[in-house]
């Protein structure tokens, strides 16, 4: 299977992979949280996840879509 991600929804999906709140994404991009939430949607139906929980959601987008190199891999986290 084949995903796309237009620029903006792969923005707003790479910002939101650390699980914050929408506001806190909409605040690091300039965008209001409903222009987020929009892209979001619209980004899960594009990777075919809507069918998942509200919950999981979000987590099985940013797999979905690392796996397929529309968003940068996960940081590697430095050791304190």
Known sequence: MT????PRQ???????????PLSVVATRL???RTQVASRLSEAYRAL???WLPRDERRAEAVRVARRHGLIPAEAKREAA
């Not at 995903?3 to 237009?6: G, K």
């Not at 792969?10 to 914050?20: H, P």
């Open 3 to 6: 995903f796309h991600l237009s």
């Open 48 to 50: 075919d996840v809507v």
């Open 10 to 20: 792969a923005l707003v999906l790479a910002a939101a992979a650390d699980g914050v």
């Open 30 to 32: 300039g965008t209001t």
